[in-house]
T-cell receptor
Framework: GAVVSQHPSWVICKSGTSVKIECRSLDFQATTMFWYRQFPKQSLMLMATSNEGSKATYEQGVEKDKFLINHASLTLSTLTVTSAHPEDSSFYIC??????????FGPGTRLTVT | AQSVTQLGSHVSVSEGALVLLRCNYSSSVPPYLFWYVQYPNQGLQLLLK??????LVKGINGFEAEFKKSETSFHLTKPSAHMSDAAEYFC?????????????FGQGTTLQVKP
């Protein structure tokens, strides 16, 4: 089946720094990727939709200047958390759309901000 | 606006017993509904989906779900639980009315399978 990878799987950063998370579709091209955030013991919340070659669209309440998304190629989308703070600590999950109803999820990246 | 509610954050069954995970949705348009499973340290994996057509949907690993419009439900079942079924299960509905791909997830249900 289709595989989506994320890198890194776990990152610890200091408050005020920025961290970049990569999402790659390994064996298919994805014109659309999605970024979700999952708090412990809670559900996934959609943050933004990333379309190759265009600006990402953000869900209501998500700060676009804080969570920078770039979808530079059909196999790579990146999420940069800028000026991270402890409240940004979370599990970030991406998914890549392979077809009309087919969407594949990455294993997630755990961000801890100290 | 759409929403999803999963009844029961934790379900425990014995191996070989029926698995029933409940999901109710709210949607003003015909919904696209999904069940995903999440194993530790792995990405979400699609179990099954309902878009149109037959309301009883069969998925992988012996799971199935029935779309009941009158009850706004999409419960997930499996006749006989295996130890390997222990995982987190998420019900989801697609946002909007035009195949957006954006998903709204329920709170998740942890399935425990006892030997």
């Amino acid at each position: 089946g289709a595989v989506v990878s994320q890198h890194p799987s776990w990152v610890i950063c200091k408050s005020g720094t920025s961290v970049k998370i990569e999402c790659r579709s390994l064996d298919f091209q994805a014109t659309t990727m999605f970024w979700y955030r999952q708090f412990p013991k809670q559900s996934l919340m959609l943050m933004a939709t990333s379309n190759e070659g265009s600006k990402a669209t953000y869900e209501q309440g998500v700060e676009k200047d804080k969570f920078l998304i770039n979808h530079a190629s059909l196999t790579l989308s990146t999420l940069t958390v800028t000026s991270a703070h402890p409240e940004d600590s979370s599990f970030y999950i991406c998914s890549a759309r392979a077809g009309v109803y087919e969407q594949y999820f990455g294993p997630g990246t755990r961000l801890t901000v100290t | 606006a759409q929403s999803v509610t999963q009844l029961g954050s934790h379900v425990s069954v014995s191996e070989g017993a029926l698995v029933l995970l409940r999901c109710n949705y709210s949607s003003s348009v015909p919904p696209y509904l999904f069940w995903y499973v999440q194993y530790p340290n792995q990405g979400l994996q699609l179990l099954l989906k309902y878009t149109t057509g037959a309301t009883l949907v069969k998925g992988i690993n012996g799971f199935e779900a029935e779309f009941k419009k009158s009850e706004t439900s999409f419960h997930l079942t499996k006749p006989s639980a295996h130890m390997s079924d222990a995982a987190e299960y998420f019900c989801a509905v697609e946002m909007g009315s035009s195949n957006t791909g954006k998903l709204i997830f329920g709170q998740g249900t942890t399935l425990q399978v006892k030997p």
